[in-house]
């Protein structure tokens, strides 16, 4: 009896088949923040409603309401109202105890003075939430993890919760082998790496034969500061508030108010304790605290890492990295990131394989479209920092967006500066807003009358050798909240 090849068609149903999630299938995830927690969450989902059984252990040491430093994850932790809704599309709705505070509007702080912003549309609310159990000495009744939410969430879904920290990882006989701290090691059939880019066990990785390189990354700077309710309604009230400050090294800085709390977050180059230090020195950054408060103050405080590009070799067969693992929005939308990321890999593992072809075709593209965005985000970050540099330009900023909060004209500017520094938008089509036409004459204009308002606003000599008032033109916005 002679036997025919099989088609090549049936060759690759066979491979196919050889490497799918099926029925009993096992998958860790190391990692629980929020990456690690969506991913289990929809795989799990998926499993449930297609009637199959799917194990997955997520291995995360931390525990997310102890306070300080043990359950931090290191991150501003703002959300924005389009993802609050999407998330709600998927099942997740956040209880108000986890939204720390709905933020109405931002205020903008430059060396020029100060305007109130508010969001282009409901769509564009933005609300502060707490990725840890909060800083030490924090009021436990009134303080909720978003992290720790999501990861009860996945644990309810069926995650099995390994407190243990992962200390190797290796592929044998083409399938993932995980290492715990406890000695114990277990095969699975897909390995998720979910850590964060401030893991220190990144390296790891490199034990799942794809050449793993983890993403670029530069520091930043976060401190808790304890005001009390008062204080907080009084100096920061529901605003968010952004500084952009010609300090070297500094692209832009946000005090976000949480509840009793206020979360100063820095972003730049290689942000050091000099920069802090002359952040805090800034009058228009100490106008937003108490008189007498000072830095000395805080107990909270650190230097974590921030991606500015893609990890190399971030999948492979039966091996996914998501979130800032893999590939994150610059200085924005962490969150976001990590939810969008840790769908796509679900849905290309439980729908399409886990090999790294079927990675490369239905999740690539959504990281590469990240990537992407990045790339426009240096030129809209590269505008930041001229106006940073450029007295006229500041000038013309405010007061194009004093105009705008005015009522006297569409929100332009306005917009493409809630986007940039909310993370509300992509970054190509806040680039596209900022060369259109209309934006760039109608910035040139207030460019000139800043100018003119500039000059005439200069004293001058009388004849005494004392200095009189010359003519002021009034800026309209003046009259603004915080203009």
């Known amino acids: 009896m002679v036997i025919s090849r099989p088609p090549e068609v049936s060759v690759r149903r066979i491979l196919d088949a050889s490497i799918r999630l099926g029925n009993g299938s096992r998958v860790a995830v190391i990692g629980g923040g929020p990456a690690g927690s969506f991913f289990s969450y929809f795989l799990l989902t998926m499993a449930s409603q297609a009637g199959m059984t799917i194990g997955v252990d997520i291995f995360e040491p931390r525990d997310f309401?102890?306070?300080?430093?043990?359950?931090?994850?290191?991150?501003?932790?703002?959300?924005?109202?389009?993802?609050?809704?999407?998330?709600?599309?998927?099942?997740?709705?956040?209880?108000s105890s986890v939204v720390q505070q709905g933020i109405s509007d931002y205020t903008f702080h430059t060396d020029e003075g100060s305007i109130r912003i508010k969001p282009p549309s409901d769509e564009k609310r933005i609300a502060s939430v707490r990725r840890g159990g909060g800083p030490f000495g924090a009021t436990?009744?009134?303080?909720?993890?978003?992290?720790?939410?999501?990861?009860?969430?996945?644990?309810?879904?069926?995650?099995?919760i390994i407190r243990e920290r992962v200390t190797g990882v290796a592929m044998v006989e083409g399938r993932p082998y995980v290492t715990a701290q406890s000695g114990l090691s277990d095969q699975y059939d897909l390995l998720v790496g979910a850590m964060g880019v401030n893991s220190p066990d990144l390296k790891l990785f490199g034990g799942c034969a794809t050449g793993y390189t983890p993403a670029t990354t530069t520091k930043a700077h976060i401190t808790e500061i304890l005001l009390g309710k008062e204080a907080i309604d009084e100096h920061l009230g529901d605003s968010m508030h952004v500084f952009l400050l010609n300090i070297p090294r500094l692209k832009f800085a946000a005090i976000i108010p949480k509840g009793e709390y206020a979360t100063v977050c820095l972003l730049g180059k290689d942000i050091d304790q000099a920069l802090v230090d002359s952040f805090f020195c800034r009058p228009e950054v100490m106008s937003c605290f108490p008189a007498g408060w000072t830095p000395d103050s805080t107990r909270c405080r650190c230097f974590p890492s921030v991606t500015l590009g893609g990890a190399h070799g971030a999948f492979g067969d039966r091996f996914v990295t998501i979130g800032d693992c893999f590939v994150s929005r610059l200085y924005k939308d962490g969150i976001g990131s990590a939810y969008r990321t840790a769908k796509a890999a679900a849905q290309t593992a439980f729908l399409e394989g886990i090999a790294k072809r079927d990675f490369n075709k239905f999740y690539q593209p959504l990281c590469a479209a990240v990537a992407s965005d990045n790339r426009?985000?240096?030129?809209?970050?590269?505008?930041t920092t001229l106006i940073k540099r450029l007295p006229f330009l500041r000038r013309g900023v405010m007061r194009m967006t004093g105009s705008e909060q005015g009522g006297f004209?569409?929100?332009?500017?306005?917009?493409?500066?809630?986007?940039?520094?909310?993370?509300?938008?992509?970054?190509?089509?806040?680039?596209?807003?900022?060369?259109?036409?209309?934006?760039l004459a109608r910035l040139f204009y207030e460019i000139?009358?800043?100018?003119?308002?500039?000059?005439?606003?200069?004293?001058?000599?009388?004849?005494?050798?004392?200095?009189?008032?010359g003519k002021t033109i009034p800026r309209r916005g003046d009259d603004l909240p915080g203009g």
Request: charged fraction near 15%; include cysteine.
């Open 448 to 469: 000139m009358m800043g100018c003119v308002s500039s000059r005439n606003r200069a004293n001058t000599r009388d004849g005494n050798g004392g200095w009189r008032a």
């Open 376 to 383: 426009f985000g240096k030129a809209v970050f590269t505008f």
């Open 409 to 439: 004209a569409a929100p332009r500017m306005s917009s493409v500066l809630w986007d940039t520094f909310t993370g509300n938008a992509s970054f190509p089509s806040i680039l596209a807003r900022t060369i259109h036409p209309v934006f």
């Open 140 to 160: 436990r009744s009134l303080l909720a993890s978003f992290d720790g939410f999501l990861l009860t969430l996945a644990e309810g879904k069926g995650a099995r």
């Open 65 to 95: 309401s102890q306070q300080g430093p043990p359950g931090c994850n290191k991150c501003g932790g703002i959300i924005y109202e389009s993802l609050v809704q999407s998330l709600a599309t998927d099942g997740i709705c956040l209880p």
